[in-house]
């Protein structure tokens, strides 16, 4: 799958309008008939009483029309959705895209949702819901979920897949167990309130899973704006968005999101973008310990991709690859490897903290220990919006970001990362000027000894 950057485009199929409900009375024409007197103009008391009455009923059916607007307000707006998405997604075909890009973009998207005050909780306008049918029987398996999307614990964000989004679950898929199909409906729910124009300025977002592997902090999804429009982990894209309920808000999507792989996983599954990593974890013998999760909890790979990899002097690789060089570069992966610290675009899970640490907007700095010795990356985050920048060490720039993993993050650096050499008891780090075998071996000599997992 070729990583590719594309402009940002928001798909009209992400925004829908749902109309405020019109009441339409009956309009009475008085008579001009000229009173004898004001007493005349006066109703008797049985005309009061039907007057009130009619009121009572008038009130009554608008009370009924409201509530019923509100059951069917998921349905109306996927039914929006689709019939924008057939429209649309005939001109991106003529477009073109990649849909595994990974984009780093700003956009606006405007909508009208319903502005009836809510009167459903999620759940009853997921259960209620004719697009949901599925996910609703899903939910109800786990008396455990009704009773918390029915609740007031939190304003929950729920990314709902619609009924469509099942049907692409292969038929011969064998039947997920109850333990993990309850972590996948987990995986679809956020315990913070997520409307969509905070979700277009955020990359991430904390799910109600949490799992041991990425250390003291919650899964997350990631969000994306591309060709698709908005979409969740790349590839499911919301069609509805802001359905309010009396505990949170609803966006319906069309692909059910299913919790990560490990980021030894997503490495070997890319080899377009990560062969050339891939190799070089293996001949040094360090594959099979990022794979294994009992070592680590959580942690960030800024990997490098095979076109960093070429950027290199071509006899630096070729010496890095050779049998005499695999000690090297052994010690030059671990430089790019962040142990039991997980670092998002716009949340930091720190090893020894209890509570995720949002990004701050603005410039947020920090040195990431790394596995080789002593040695640290110097991490800058510029956030303004959803626009964010990360460059390690004021050079390399971090190209694809947020690669969520089950156990950690991967973020796609546009170089390879060289460690500082001390000159005169001063760090100096690489910058991207010339490099020789010696040079290099220079800096990665003191740890040659000392490198290990």
């Known amino acids: 799958m070729k990583l590719t950057y594309v402009l940002p485009f928001v798909a009209l199929s992400t925004a829908f309008v749902i109309p405020d409900e019109q009441v339409i009375s009956q309009i009475a024409i008085e008579s001009h008939r000229s009173a004898e007197s004001i007493l005349d103009k006066l109703p008797s008391k049985d005309q009061l009483v039907d007057k009130v009455e009619n009121s009572f009923e008038r009130v009554g059916h608008n009370v009924n029309k409201a509530v019923e607007c509100s059951k069917h307000t998921f349905d109306a707006a996927i039914e929006h959705a689709a019939h924008t998405a057939n429209d649309v997604s005939r001109k991106l075909q003529q477009t073109g895209f990649d849909a595994g890009s990974w984009l780093d973009s700003h956009t606006d998207l405007s909508t009208q949702g319903h502005h009836d005050k809510p009167n459903q909780t999620v759940y009853e306008l997921i259960a209620s819901s004719k697009y ?3 996910l609703a029987a899903a939910i109800n398996e786990y008396p455990d979920l009704v009773v ?5 614990l939190a304003n929950y964000t729920i990314f709902a ?7 692409k679950i292969p038929e011969d898929a064998p039947k997920p167990s109850k333990e993990l199909l309850k972590k996948v409906l987990l995986y679809h729910v956020s315990p913070e309130f997520y409307p969509a124009a905070r979700v277009l300025v955020t990359h991430t977002v904390p799910t109600a899973l949490t799992v041991d592997t990425v250390g003291i902090g919650p899964q997350r999804l990631s969000t994306n704006i591309g060709l698709k429009g908005l979409t969740v982990n790349f590839y499911s894209r919301i069609v509805a968005i802001d359905i309010f309920g009396t505990n949170g808000v ?6 059910l999101l299913v919790p990560p792989p490990n980021v030894a996983d997503i ?3 890319l080899p377009a973008e990560f062969s050339t990593l891939e190799l070089g974890l293996t001949k040094t013998g360090l594959f099979e310990p990022l794979n ?6 959580g942690g960030t790979v800024f990997a490098p991709s095979n076109f960093a990899f070429q950027k290199l002097p ?3 690789t070729a010496f890095l690859f050779s049998s005499y060089g695999t000690k090297y570069l052994k010690a030059l992966l671990q430089y ?8 998002y675009s716009d949340a930091y899970y720190a090893a020894e903290s209890v509570d995720e640490q949002d990004i701050p907007k603005g410039i947020f700095h920090i040195d990431l220990p790394t596995l080789l010795e002593d040695k640290s990356l110097a991490v800058d985050v510029a956030r303004y919006g959803r626009l964010i920048e990360i460059k390690v060490n004021a050079f390399a720039r971090v190209d694809i970001q947020d690669g969520i993993a089950a156990d950690g993050v991967i973020q796609v650096v546009s170089d390879v990362l060289i460690p500082p050499k001390r000159i005169d008891r001063m760090e100096q780090h690489w910058h991207g000027e010339d490099l020789t075998v010696e040079d290099l071996k220079e800096r990665l000599e003191p740890f040659i000894e000392s490198a290990e997992l």
């Open 132 to 134: 949901t049918t599925k």
């Open 148 to 152: 918390l999307l029915n609740g007031t």
């Open 161 to 167: 897949p619609i009924d469509s989004a099942f049907e």
């Open 314 to 316: 071509t006899k630096i």
């Open 336 to 343: 790019h490897i962040v142990a039991n610290q997980t670092l």
């Open 267 to 269: 490495i070997s599954f």
């Open 250 to 255: 609803i966006h319906g999507i069309d692909s």
């Open 292 to 297: 294994d999760t009992s070592n680590h909890y």
